[in-house]
């Protein structure tokens, strides 16, 4: 295990009614952005608690943030922050909602071109505002993590970026926040946060114990949960559960000290900004081929998978690596998530070196844990994924 500093300065507020904990939180005097997304926390009843918790404080709403948030819509949120003086941003939604009111917090203060925020990967921020989260969606880890991912579909962009300053400093997870979510919204949380755990684990072995039996056990919260929490959508316990696991996929614990492989993600946010595919879509169509064509260079840690995950153990180890990856591919479509790019009537043909030429673009030639997918590796799991 390589040395590391952890440091995950978000305070969690978990469990029912713990919205009311953002009155705790907020100064008095704070002057807040409510940055939301197209409604459902109106509908959910989520809006007025929050309301409530807020008080007479001075809020700017901004409703509005879309799937994939993009930069033309969160400009014009910057610009009624900085023209109220906000001080706050309060994100009230999923990972769109809260990425988004990162990148709002990010580019307040910002002296240049605010999408230099983004093209420089979050290194030219200097100073943000203060950022707390209502999450209503658990997926993306986004609300315990200083990351964010940004479409500009102007330009068929979508860049991730990450700044220590933007940590939200407190979060609500309240689980019944969630039971409004469509199958489809569950599902894909359930498929992103199950990627995040595998490209933090599943690369070669760092005698990295803890963390290894870590990942495991939210992999198989996730299995467990995911059924259940699909059939029964107000199940608190399934909810919860995978609510914390989303949680805890995605906030440093898992990465601490170890190899990652990220392409997976990388990959697949060309996907989202070529053909507009959830993101949790993209991941289960690129996984799958990954593990395939990477399947000698993780051959301990698919073993180790294999065994601990899926409970496979007889036969050779190519056998059992098969199946392993088998056996990922059907969990996704086990919850609804399609795993081939013809399920999204995209043609691998031409999407494959297309894909393949935009990270080459973006100098990301050498990802994976060792540098090893190239560019003509990145085609050939898109082919493969045909
Ligand atoms: O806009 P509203 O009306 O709120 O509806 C949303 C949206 O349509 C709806 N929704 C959210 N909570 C709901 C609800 N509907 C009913 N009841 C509720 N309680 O769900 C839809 C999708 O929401 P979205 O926020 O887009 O989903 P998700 O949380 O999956 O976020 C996806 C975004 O996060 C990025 C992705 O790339 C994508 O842009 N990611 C962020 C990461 C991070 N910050 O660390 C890491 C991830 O890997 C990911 O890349
Ligand atoms: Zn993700």
Redesign the pocket.
């Known amino acids: 295990m390589e040395n590391f500093t952890f440091h995950n300065p978000t305070r969690i507020h978990f469990g029912r009614g713990q919205i009311a904990a953002i009155g705790g939180e907020l100064p008095a005097t704070a002057r807040v952005l409510l940055l939301?997304?197209?409604?459902?926390?109106i509908?959910?009843g989520?809006y007025d608690q929050v309301k409530k918790a807020l008080g007479v404080r001075a809020t700017f709403e901004f409703f509005g943030?879309?799937?994939?948030?993009d930069f033309d819509t969160l400009i014009q949120a910057v610009e009624l922050a900085r023209r109220e003086k906000a001080d706050w941003v309060l994100a009230v939604?999923?990972?769109?909602?809260?990425?988004g009111a990162?990148f709002v917090a990010a580019a307040v203060p910002y002296a240049g071109d605010p999408w230099e925020v983004l093209t420089k990967g979050g290194a030219g921020v200097k100073s943000a505002l203060a950022l707390g989260a209502v999450l209503?969606?658990p997926?993306?880890?986004?609300e315990a993590?200083s990351?964010?991912?940004?479409?500009r579909r102007a330009l068929k962009e979508?860049l991730?970026f990450g700044h220590p300053l933007l940590f939200p400093r407190f979060s609500v997870l309240d689980p019944e926040?969630?039971?409004?979510?469509?199958p489809r919204?569950v599902a894909?949380?359930i498929g992103?946060a199950f990627?995040?755990v595998i490209e933090q684990y599943l690369t070669f072995p760092a005698n990295a114990a803890v963390q290894d039996r870590f990942a495991e056990s939210v992999l198989r919260v996730l299995i467990d949960v995911g059924q259940t929490t699909l059939a029964n959508p107000t199940d608190y316990s399934a909810r919860a559960n995978l609510v914390l696991a989303a949680t805890w996929a995605?906030n440093g614990t898992i990465g601490m000290g170890v190899p990652q492989d990220w392409a997976s993600?990388m990959i697949?946010?060309e996907l989202?900004a070529l053909h507009g595919i959830?993101?949790?879509r993209t991941l289960a169509v690129v996984l799958p081929s990954l593990l395939q064509v990477r399947r000698n260079a993780k051959r301990a840690k698919l073993l180790q998978y294999a065994e601990r995950i899926w409970d496979i153990r007889g036969g050779s180890e190519d056998a059992r690596i098969d199946s392993a990856i088998a056996k990922t591919r059907a969990f996704y479509e086990s919850i609804g998530i399609r795993t081939r790019l013809a399920d999204y009537n995209v043609i691998a043909a031409t999407t494959a070196p297309e894909v393949a030429r935009r990270l080459e673009a973006r100098g990301m030639v050498k990802l994976g844990e060792r540098g090893e997918i190239t560019p003509a590796v990145v085609e050939a799991i898109l082919r493969l994924a045909a």
């Not at 997926?139 to 986004?142: E, K, L, M, V």
């Not at 926040?177 to 469509?182: G, I, Q």
């Open positions: 939301a997304g197209g409604g459902s926390i509908q959910n989520v943030v879309e799937a994939n948030p939604g999923g990972g769109s909602v809260l990425d990162k209503t969606l997926a993306t880890g986004s993590n990351f964010a991912v940004i479409s979508k991730a926040t969630t039971f409004s979510l469509p919204q894909n949380g992103d990627c995040h995605l993600h697949g946010h989202t959830d993101h949790a």
